[in-house]
Structure formats: C-alpha cells, structure tokens
C-alpha cells in the first residue's frame, strides 16, 4: 500500500492479504475507516473483533454500507453468507455505482441475491448500467447453497472488460469493443455498496413469493472485503495501464486465462437463467453489446 504518485493512491484493503501479509493483529481492516452506513444503523451489526458483520431486515427497514471513497477499475471482492431458511421476498445486494442514490445518469454494477423460499435454490443477478441505463440482466443459478457458508463474489474492472466472479469463477464477462464502446461504463468511479431490503413485488418468482415477516429479522452476513483499485482522487487520475502497474489493468487481465475461459463455458452450459441478449420479446433489435464475443 503505497502513493503512487500525486494523482493517483493505489490501496489494497481487506483483512486477508493484509492480515497473511504483515502478519500484525494491529493492522485489522476497520469497518468505520472504510465504510459508512447509508441507512438503519441499527440494523447492523459486527462482530466482538469487528471483522464480521451482519445487516439485517424486518418488516421496518433494511440496511446498507458504502465505500467511503470512490474507485476508477480495480478488483472487488466480498464475502458474503446469505439469509437462510425462508427467505422468499429478500434481496440482498453486493453492488457498485457512481451516484449515492439512483441518479438518472448513474453507472452502476451490480450482483443481486434473490431469496426464495426454503429448501428452492438462490438466483443470483447481475445488471450493468451506463449513463442510467439498464436492463442488461442476466441471472444464474448458483453450484452451490449460498446461505451454508461463505462464498466469494468479486467484480474485476478495466478498461477492456467487467468480469463477474463467483468463487473466483467468471460468470459474466462484459466487454468493452469499439461496436459497444457507448454502453461501456468507464469514465465514472464509483463506490462499492450493499444493502439488504424487502423487494417482495418482484424477485421471487416474478413477485409471486411473498415475504414472510414471522421469519423476521432476516440476515446477511459479510466479512474479508478487498479492494485493490485505483482510488479517486481531485485532481482526477486516469488509472489506466498507460501511467499505473497495477496487476488488475495488466494484459493478463484484460482477458480470460484458458481455464479460467473453460470454467467460464461450463456455466454458460449448465447456470443460465436468463440473458438479457437472448430476450428478443423484449428488446426486438438486440442492444448493440450482444454481438460481443467473451473474448477476441
Ligand atoms: C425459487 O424457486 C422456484 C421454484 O423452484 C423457482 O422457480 C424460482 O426460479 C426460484 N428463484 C426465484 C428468485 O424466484
């Protein structure tokens, strides 16, 4: 962790590089230097060490954090264990987004845990926004029951490609082409945020799964988030490969590895959901970024 230069602060945070790293107990990732809450304060809650924490929601409110700072590409990642049990109705969200609120021109990227009821499996969704505009979603479903344990969800930023990971798999890979450069975020930095909330009108089978608040609170639980990026800063740096070493703007990361490409093509085979580039009811002229290949 170190000032690069005088436009621009790489930081690497997260308790478990830093903590294998320097091997110093002192250094413990700090919930408050990193991070506010945006709503219902007391609706969350870390653990004795600080090093675990817990949002939860009832029937009054939901919770989230956010990034103090703002990011320009980079590598971000948090572990998460979702709610158990009947969770139908509860979303959980693990995003990023340049504006504090939904502003009209935001970009945002964003995962999204869909609940369901008990013993029916998770969905995760992912959505990509650029000057405000959405409707890229695609949803998985998961090799795993995400609410046993936790597992590792990550977004890798440059400026040639989003990469979605889960478990350090690539689920979704979003380039950046001159055929889709328009619908590509990457002027905007933005904060890394989460939250949980009721959205029981539509995420459960399309709304028809209502929440059921006997099961109050329900509960997310998060721990070893890590940022490696570039962090924003007036006067703006441009944090691309041109001026900065960083290992997440290098050409490896500019594309899949081959593994990394096969793994990616076992969960095109067997996950999908639903993509957004397939759903020509709803968009009869395919948007433009549907034509990008994963790689090449
Ligand atoms: C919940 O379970 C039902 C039944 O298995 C399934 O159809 C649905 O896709 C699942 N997930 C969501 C988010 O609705």
Redesign the pocket.
Known sequence: MGKGSAFYLCVVLGVAGFMAATAEAADLFSFEDNFDIMWAEDHFKASADGQIWYLSLDKETGCGFQTKQRYRFGWFSMKLKLVGGDS?GVVTAFYMCSDMGAGLERDELDFEF????SG????I?SNIYKGGVGGREM?H?LWFDPTEDFHTYSILWNNHHIVFFVDRVAIRIYRNTEASNDAFPNEKPMYVFSSIWNADDW????G??KTDWKNAPFVSTYKDFQVDACQWKDPYPDCVSTTTQNWWDQSEAWTLSTSQREDFSWVGRNLI?YDYCHDTDRYPKLPNECINSPWD
Do not use: K, P, V
């Not at 869909?114 to 009821?117: D, F, P, S, W």
């Open positions: 139908a869909l609940g369901n009821r029916e499996s998770y969905i969704q949803r479903s995420a459960t089978r399309g028809l799964e959901i």
